[in-house]
């Protein structure tokens, strides 16, 4: 429990027009004279437009509670004003302001005061014309004044969630039947603006657990486990993403179009410290050479035709978080200078700007270019390239993990069945065949495509042969055609499955016999028989 003492000069607003001279208006001391001199009721009605001014100026609860109690220490003579407000944990919310005359001598908060919590308690009013010492209990002052206190409930919703205290010099002439309605008026805006407050925190907290909702959802969608696949190729991917996920390291994800590229980046980000700061994506290749720098850099008002305003760049926007640079191979060669800028220096400017922005941002880049050659041609620059290949992951093609593929089918088959409300329970083997022999020149893209076309089309639970693309449906329209002895594909098959167990175990034969599910002795024969060196593979 905490007691915040502040106080905000509040201007009486009278209705002028612009047009009206500075000596019409008069200077804000004179005003308030005026104010003072007049009717009670005229201050009564100036206090209160004041007072929602003050309210409906701002959110902040305090401040604006702060406001109001400043207004009736200067046009009502409270030489204290206390609002309490009770929270749901059961604790109090003081907010209190008090006239400098008694600054000096009353310095104890009013949160103990009975009166207030029997007003929140009850929801009555509490009149005492003569307190019998000074405010809130202590000695009166050195003139012997008597002070009086009007206590209303402030309500929100029906319930009394509060009290307005004001603590005033007792006077025989004053009407405090009228003071406590007056009072009442101004509890009543005051309940008003806590209702709006906590309106507006309801609001915020709804808002915070939907965000973090959606970033448990977006970790939970690119988690390791949904980077679906079992071969040796990989398994090695796998192993090289989780060395890089804990650092800020530069990395150059390589790979053909469509093996997944994108997802490897998200699962490094969502898995890294980063991961509640933003992910910022930018296509390199759909961007064309005169807006890729303002994109990437931003750009000041006024930089070229067309800038109308100040408009941020994707490292800005990424500021704490992660760029992700897709087809980084595709920018021009003076926009390159900049990012390389960027990446030794940690800073960079917007175009047509002079202040220098720090980049506090992890890069993660990606191409399906053969960098090496793009140096060799001039095309991309040989320092750039060493700074994005700090740490190179490469994700496998399709045709190179075949092992993988049938585990890829039941994921999209799960999924897109799902997404189109069908029920399909398996793909029949005539199907899966086509699958397998297919050479997949657009990769897993080019699957989730096939799988989504066989989920539309199939009438049945059963994929068949069929409902693939005509180019699946027999080897030799694909170009696949099997052109070897069934012995050779059989052993091709078994030095596949061979291969990555020793990759698996290190080179180790007795592991690599178990992870297959046979013997040391018939695994040792399989070995010798396919010229298999199980030394090279223990690393």
Not at 270 to 283: D, E, G, H, L
Not at 369 to 378: M, P, S, Y
Not at 423 to 444: C, E, F, Q
Request: charged residues 25%; contains cysteine.
């Amino acid at each position: 429990m905490s007691t915040h003492v502040a106080e905000e000069t509040m201007n009486v607003v009278e209705p002028v027009t612009r047009t009206e001279t500075a000596s019409a208006a008069g200077s804000l001391s004179e005003r308030r004279r005026g104010t003072q001199a007049a009717s009670p009721e005229i201050r009564r009605l100036a206090s209160l437009l004041e007072i929602s001014q003050s309210l409906s100026g701002t959110l902040n609860l305090r401040a604006a509670m702060t406001g109001a109690l400043d207004v009736l220490a200067r046009y009502h003579r409270c030489v204290r004003g206390v609002v309490t407000i009770a929270r749901d944990d059961g604790e109090f919310m003081v907010e209190t302001l008090e006239s400098s005359e008694r600054a000096a001598r009353v310095s104890k908060p009013l949160i103990d005061d009975s009166a207030q919590r029997r007003v929140i308690d009850t929801g009555k009013t509490i009149v005492v014309q003569q307190l019998g010492k000074g405010v809130g209990g202590q000695a009166g002052s050195a003139s012997g004044r008597t002070f009086s206190l009007v206590c209303v409930p402030i309500a929100a919703d029906r319930k009394t969630v509060g009290s307005l205290a004001a603590y005033q010099v007792f006077s025989h002439e004053r009407d405090y039947d009228r003071t406590a309605k007056f009072l009442g008026i101004v509890a009543a805006m005051l309940g008003q603006a806590i209702k709006v407050q906590r309106l507006v925190e309801d609001e915020r907290h709804r808002l915070e657990s939907e965000n973090t909702h959606l970033r448990q959802e977006l970790r939970d969608r690119y988690d390791f486990s949904n980077i679906i696949g079992t071969s040796g190729a990989v398994r090695q991917m796998y192993e090289q993403v989780a060395q890089v996920t804990g650092t800020n390291t530069t990395v150059l994800i390589r790979g053909e179009s469509g093996t997944g590229k994108e997802l490897i980046a998200h699962a490094i980000h969502y898995n890294s410290p980063r991961a509640k700061k933003p992910f910022v994506k930018v296509s390199c290749a759909a961007l064309p050479d005169s807006l890729i720098e303002a994109e990437l850099f931003g750009y000041e008002k006024g930089a070229f035709t067309g800038a109308d305003a100040r408009k941020k760049g994707r490292f800005e926007l990424a500021q704490g978080g992660t760029l992700f640079l897709d087809e980084v191979g595709d920018i021009n060669l003076s926009t390159q200078i900049k990012l390389l800028r960027v990446l030794q220096q940690k800073e960079f400017e917007r175009l047509g700007g002079t202040d220098t922005i720090q980049a506090n941002v992890r890069i993660l880049a990606a191409t399906n270019k053969d960098l090496e050659k793009a140096i060799a041609e001039g095309t991309f620059r040989e320092d750039l390239y060493y700074r994005l290949n700090v740490y190179s992951i490469f994700v496998p093609p399709l045709r190179d993990r075949k092992a993988d593929l049938l585990l890829l089918v039941d994921h999209f088959l799960e999924r897109l069945c799902r997404d189109h409300r069908k029920v399909i329970k398996r793909v029949s083997t005539p199907a899966i065949d086509a699958l397998m022999s297919y050479h997949w020149p657009g990769n897993v893209r080019e699957l989730e495509n096939v799988i989504e076309r066989a989920v539309l089309v199939c009438d049945g639970q059963v994929v068949h042969a069929h409902h693939l693309p005509p180019t699946l449906q027999t080897a030799e329209t694909s170009g696949t055609v099997t052109r070897v002895s069934l012995g050779d594909a059989v052993n091709a098959f078994e030095r596949d499955l061979i291969e990555d167990a020793l990759k698996t175990a290190r080179g180790s034969r007795t592991k690599a016999a178990r992870l297959l599910d046979t013997t040391e002795r018939i695994f040792s024969y399989k070995v010798r028989k396919l010229g298999i060196d199980h030394r090279r593979y223990r690393f």
